[in-house]
């Protein structure tokens, strides 16, 4: 990669890929200022950040896996 094309990257901040929490961050504040009208509206609103709040909990869970394995891969890296 040359300097032309890693500047460009760097300017228009094509390097930057938001991880999955800060999506579902963003989709929790969504959520949060929804105002629902009818109480059909505030149940399923309920239900959708149930919904948000197990798959925060997936992602967390997911994330120290992921920690726990480049752990284990850079101890087999090293030892072999």
């Not at 390097?15 to 929490?21: D, G, I, K, L, T």
């Not at 629902?36 to 505030?42: A, D, L, Q, S």
């Not at 909990?57 to 394995?69: A, G």
């Amino acid at each position: 990669m040359n300097l032309k094309n890693l500047t460009r990257r760097f300017v228009l901040e094509e390097w930057v890929q938001p991880s999955a929490a800060s999506h579902l961050r963003a989709l929790r504040e969504i959520l949060e200022s929804l105002k629902p009208k009818t109480v059909t509206e505030r149940q399923r609103l309920e239900v959708a950040m149930d919904h948000l709040r197990e798959v925060r909990k997936n992602q967390r869970r997911l994330e120290e896996k992921l920690h726990v394995l480049e752990e284990q891969v850079k101890l087999l890296e090293e030892s072999g």
